[in-house]
Each structure stands twice: as C-alpha cells, then as structure tokens.
C-alpha cells in the first residue's frame, strides 16, 4: 500500500470533512460533530492527511501549547495536544494510526516540541495507543446527568432551561457520583472513560 503523509492543503477542507465524519461516526474519540474544518488560530499546530491514490484514508491534528498547562495534562514542559486521529475503517490493519504518529512526532520535534498528548474515551483507541508502547498518564469519567433540582430551578429563574449537565470526575469519585446524581445512560449520552497517553522524544 503506497500511502503518502503530507501537510493538510486548503484545497483538501470537503474531503477532510468527509473523512472526518465517517470516522467520528464509528468512534467515541470525539464529544462533538464539526461543521468547519478546525484552524487553531493563534497556535502552532500540525496538521496531515495521508494519502492512497491521491485520496485522504486517514488524519491528524496537533496544537501546540503557547504556556505550560494551556492543554495538556502534564504540566512540567510545552506540550502538543492531539485533537484529531483516525482512518477510514477499510484501512484497518495498515499501519496508518502509527505513521500519522511518526509523521506528528517528527512535525513536532522541528516546531521545538518534545512531547504530545492523546486522550481519547474509544476503547479501541486506547488498545492501539497502549499496543504501540505510549505511557498512559491519566483517566476521568465523562457523563451527562440530569441537574439536580436547584440548580435548575436557580437556572429556570434566569430564564435558562437546561436539559442536562455535562461534566467530568475523576475515577475514585464515579461510584458517588453515580450514586448520588441521575447519569443519563443511553446513547449516544452514555458516560465514557477517557484515557490519557502520551509519548515524549
């Protein structure tokens, strides 16, 4: 398989999108559908498709941090926060998510950064991540839940109706949590667990 990694193009924006979409809708990796292709105005970033016979199969994005703590978890250096990683799934098995990697590690290093996070609430991403040897570096639950009465009387008062809250806890806290307030359970509002990885060179 002759793929190419390369830096996204403008001229790419509906492909990317496309590809984008198919991959969100197989994943839990994303809390959110984009209509608009992300710019990271104001950031350094990395940003690279990789190509099969001149058509976008998979993707990456990095932002890079301007002050210690702007994204990423670890707080000891400047780190690049990966938003973006997949591939369409008839590429599975081909070594695209671990080139993407390379590619972003290698963009990286010659922007002056020597370190990235991945966090995603995919299983099957967190298997790839830990597979390929990136040091986990920390969990939360993610959740939606009802809000309790006060708050959204409080809120209903200011003339804000709230259908639910999102939040986030820590692993220890999520047995009280769950006990204590009404977690919606259903898809696609169902709590997942995000896993934090990261990887330094």
């Given at each position: 398989m002759d793929v190419i990694i390369r830096e996204y193009r403008d001229e790419d924006r509906d492909e990317w999108m496309r590809v984008h979409a198919i991959i969100l809708s197989q994943?839990?990796?994303?809390?959110?559908?984009?209509?608009?292709?992300?710019?990271?105005?104001?950031?350094?970033?990395?940003?690279?498709?990789?190509?099969?016979?001149?058509?976008?199969?998979?993707?990456?994005?990095?932002?890079?941090?301007?002050?210690?703590g702007e994204f990423c978890f670890l707080k000891d250096s400047l780190g690049g926060y990966v938003l973006e990683l997949g591939r369409l799934p008839e590429y599975s098995g081909q070594n695209l998510g671990r080139r993407?990697?390379?590619?972003?590690?290698?963009?990286?290093?010659?922007?002056?950064?020597?370190?990235?996070?991945?966090?995603?609430?995919?299983?099957?991403?967190?298997?790839?991540?830990?597979?390929?040897?990136?040091k986990e570096i920390g969990r939360h639950y993610r959740f939606r839940m009802k809000p309790p009465a006060g708050?959204?009387?409080?809120?209903?008062?200011?003339?804000?109706?709230?259908?639910?809250?999102?939040?986030a806890c820590l692993p220890e806290e999520w047995p009280l949590i769950r006990e204590q307030y009404e977690i919606l359970q259903k898809h696609p509002l169902e709590p997942h667990l995000c896993v934090g990885f990261e990887i330094r060179f």
């Open positions: 994943s839990h990796s994303w809390n959110y559908t984009i209509q608009e292709r992300p710019a990271y105005e104001g950031h350094v970033s990395t940003r690279l498709v990789a190509l099969l016979d001149g058509r976008i199969v998979g993707l990456t994005d990095a932002q890079y941090e301007t002050a210690i993407l990697i390379d590619a972003t590690i290698e963009d990286a290093k010659a922007k002056g950064f020597r370190r990235l996070e991945y966090w995603s609430q995919d299983r099957t991403a967190q298997r790839f991540y830990r597979r390929i040897g990136l708050i959204a009387e409080e809120l209903l008062r200011a003339h804000i109706a709230v259908e639910y809250l999102y939040g």
